[in-house]
């Protein structure tokens, strides 16, 4: 007990000093060229700048007639003003056709608009007998048209370098005419749960035994937020064993991920391990749950020691190991979860300041408010508060706890 606490965790940091330290040793991943099919969910690496107008010419924005605004002046279903057809131009087309006053063109929505007219008549606000279309409705001049470069201009900062490309991203892309896109390459990350009492799913259920939910947790939270990972595996509470795969496994690795062994019992090793192979960073951060994290340095491989109570492996993944994978993508959001304004539904208390807390809450919507139920503020092996709640408030180191009725943000969970 006392050569751990010598390594360093008799004294708590607080989460801002740890990750400004932790961030300083973070390398930004390289770069690599995609198809743009392949690009969802990845960060793009380059600002992209637009080579061209969208719209790249005139276009309707309606089935109707191109015609000259000025000959639809004083138009009403009872005045109607006429026009001559001549001619029609359909979606994708390309046509030298030109108006002059009193003429009009059958153009389709999305259909390039003649440069010699200025707006188009919808198609039910007149009516055709003979090549001659009555105009029943008086237009100004643009109306109904979508002018070229309208939605972008070429040499426009489109998108910036540390996007997380979605659906609409690809879609801008691909209509500026790009079909690759430079983004960042995932990191590399292993992940191991230690713990003798650790058995997988499909194993017959022994006596103080327990199913190993957190690698396969961290291994989803690692996917959502851009990382790759390379193995999930449990190992048992070994000194010898848990330091021989760590080794090998660094090799290979930008990131290892422990969950368990990083505190002060007599089975944690992590600390010993990781402070005999490598760097200790930083052990032992002012969170609840989460305090008993280690941050630590391998050659250039970040290592993460995390609670082995899956709540506080949680949390200490969206406060830390989430925002740094993130730092390792260049991204421009390290923290990707939505928050939402909404106000207590009970007094919470804390048990000391200089800790910061973080509340478990469900939220519901009341009238014109959201409300913050708590769940749990305690108890971080309770898988079920976080199925059972939405998100979280984060109670500072300086506060006393909430009050009822205290407006409040709400961290919902990444999804």
């Known amino acids: 007990m006392e050569k751990l606490r010598k390594i360093g965790f008799s004294k708590l940091t607080r989460l801002d000093n740890a990750l400004e330290k932790l961030f300083s040793k973070i390398q930004v991943s390289l770069v690599e060229e995609i198809n743009i099919k392949d690009a969802l969910n990845r960060v793009l690496a380059d600002d992209i700048i637009s080579e061209m107008d969208i719209p790249p010419f005139d276009r309707s924005a309606m089935d109707g007639y191109a015609i000259k605004a000025e000959d639809s002046f004083g138009s009403s279903p009872k005045n109607p003003q006429k026009v001559k057809l001549i001619g029609t131009i359909e979606i994708g087309e390309s046509s030298k056709l030109e108006i ?3 003429e009009a063109i059958r153009v389709s929505t999305g259909a390039p608009v003649p440069k010699s007219s200025d707006a188009v008549i919808k198609i039910e606000d007149t009516e055709i007998e003979n090549n001659l279309i009555n105009l029943y409705t008086s237009l100004v001049p643009g109306k109904n048209v979508s002018r070229k470069g309208e939605d972008i201009q070429k040499g426009t900062l489109v998108l910036s370098k540390g996007t997380d490309l979605k659906a609409e991203h690809i879609a801008i892309l691909t209509s500026l005419g790009f079909n690759n896109a430079k983004v960042r390459i995932k990191p590399k990350i292993s992940i191991f749960s230690s713990g003798d009492e650790l058995i997988e799913p499909g194993d017959i259920l022994k006596p103080g035994k327990i199913y190993n939910s957190n690698t396969p947790m961290i291994s989803a939270l690692v ?3 851009g990382g790759l990972v390379l193995r999930g595996e449990s190992i048992k509470d070994n000194k010898d064993a848990i330091k021989k ?4 496994t660094e090799k290979d690795s930008d990131v290892i991920i422990f969950t368990g062994g ?3 019992g007599t089975k944690d090793y992590l600390p010993e391990i990781i402070n ?3 760097i200790i960073l930083t052990h032992g951060i002012a969170m609840r749950p989460g305090s008993p994290i280690l941050l630590g340095l391998l050659n250039n491989t970040l290592i993460f020691c995390l609670p082995g109570t899956p709540v506080a492996a949680y ?12 730092k390792i993508l260049e991204c421009s959001i390290l923290d990707p979860r939505i928050e939402v304004n909404a106000i207590i539904s009970k007094d919470v208390p804390v048990s000391g300041l200089g800790i910061m807390y973080y509340l478990r809450v469900k939220v519901e919507k009341e009238e014109n408010n959201f409300i913050a139920k708590p769940i749990k503020l305690k108890g971080s092996g309770v898988i079920s508060s976080l199925t059972s709640s939405d998100g979280i408030i984060e109670i500072s180191p300086n506060q006393e706890g909430l009050k009822k009725g205290e407006r409040v943000i709400v961290k919902l969970f990444p999804k």
Not at 245 to 248: H, P, Q, T
Not at 315 to 326: Q, T
């Open 245 to 248: 795969r760590l080794l090998e």
């Open 223 to 225: 996917n959502l937020y």
């Open 262 to 264: 990083t505190s002060v």
């Open 315 to 326: 949390v200490s993944f969206l406060k830390i190991v989430g925002p740094a994978i993130r």
């Open 276 to 278: 005999e192979s490598g």
């Open 100 to 102: 002059n006053k009193g």
